[in-house]
Each structure stands twice: as C-alpha cells, then as structure tokens.
C-alpha cells in the first residue's frame, strides 16, 4: 500500500487492523487471470478496534449495521488487472466508507416562517388558476363545441 489512508483529521486506518484475503478475480486479462490472486478482500474490524474515538466507532456500528457480520466491515476490489491496484482501491474505498459513516450528523434544520411575499404570490397563482379552470367550463359554443 503507498500509504496510511487518512480517515479524517489525524485518524488514519490502521495498517495493524487490517485483514486481507486474495482470490481469482473474473473479468478481463487472458490466461494472466487464471493463474494469479488479483481480486482482494479488505476486513477491518470495527467492534473490536481501539484506532477510532469511542464516540466515532459508536455511529460508525450503528450507520454501518446493514454491512457488518459480526462487526467486522468487508470491502471488495477486483476492478484492476494487478493486485497492487485492487489492494489501493480496497484501502480508499475502506477509509472513504469509514470518514462517510464517523461524520457528525448535519445541523438541525430550523424551520422558518414562509415569508408574507410568498405566500401572497402562490394565493394569486391558486386564483388565477382557478378562474381559468372556471372558464373553461359552461356551454360555450365554438370550433371545438360545434
């Protein structure tokens, strides 16, 4: 790997905790995919990591609990012809799902009052609409009636 992969702020994901599993990966690449490990599985595991403050492994567990099995997180990459290439993916992929699932929850919306210029235009827009509706309607004679 070229690196430690930043989760967020000085958090990284740690190398240590990292396991990695290989296997034949299909798709593109001759005879070369029949005879080398290329596809990787990344698994960290998230319940039992000391790497992450308390609080970020919390949300973590619970915004990632569809993912987990037994609160290990498992990323896959098979995309690229070489090893090298599918281990980098698996570790951005890994870091990316980990800095998406630890950051804070956004800001509570506060809920405003519709502005009087705003409600006065959709009423005229409602009126207006209403008496072309009404219009229509009545035995007009015309092209279209006759």
């Given amino acids: 790997m070229s690196g430690p992969h930043v989760i967020r702020?000085?958090?990284?994901?740690?190398?240590?905790?990292?396991?990695?599993?290989?296997?034949r990966s299909s798709g593109p690449g001759g005879q070369h995919v029949n005879t080398s490990d290329t596809r990787v599985e990344l698994s960290f595991?998230?319940?039992?990591?000391?790497?992450?403050?308390?609080?970020?492994?919390?949300?973590a567990l619970r915004r990632l609990a569809g993912r987990l099995t037994d609160g290990v997180l498992t990323v896959r990459a098979g995309e690229h012809r070489s090893q090298w290439r599918n281990r980098e993916a698996a570790a951005v992929r890994m870091a990316a799902l980990l800095a998406e699932a630890t950051a804070p929850p956004p800001k509570a919306r506060r809920r405003r009052p519709v502005p009087a210029g705003i409600k006065e235009r959709r009423l005229r827009e409602k009126k207006r609409r209403g008496e072309l509706k009404r219009g229509?309607?009545?035995?007009?004679?015309?092209p279209a009636w006759d």
Avoid at 45 to 59: F, G, I, S
Avoid at 136 to 142: A, I, L, M, N, P
């Fill in 9 to 23: 702020g000085s958090v990284r994901l740690p190398v240590s905790e990292l396991r990695w599993r290989f296997s």
């Fill in 136 to 142: 229509r309607s009545g035995g007009r004679s015309g």
């Fill in 45 to 59: 595991d998230l319940a039992a990591t000391e790497a992450l403050p308390e609080v970020w492994k919390e949300r």
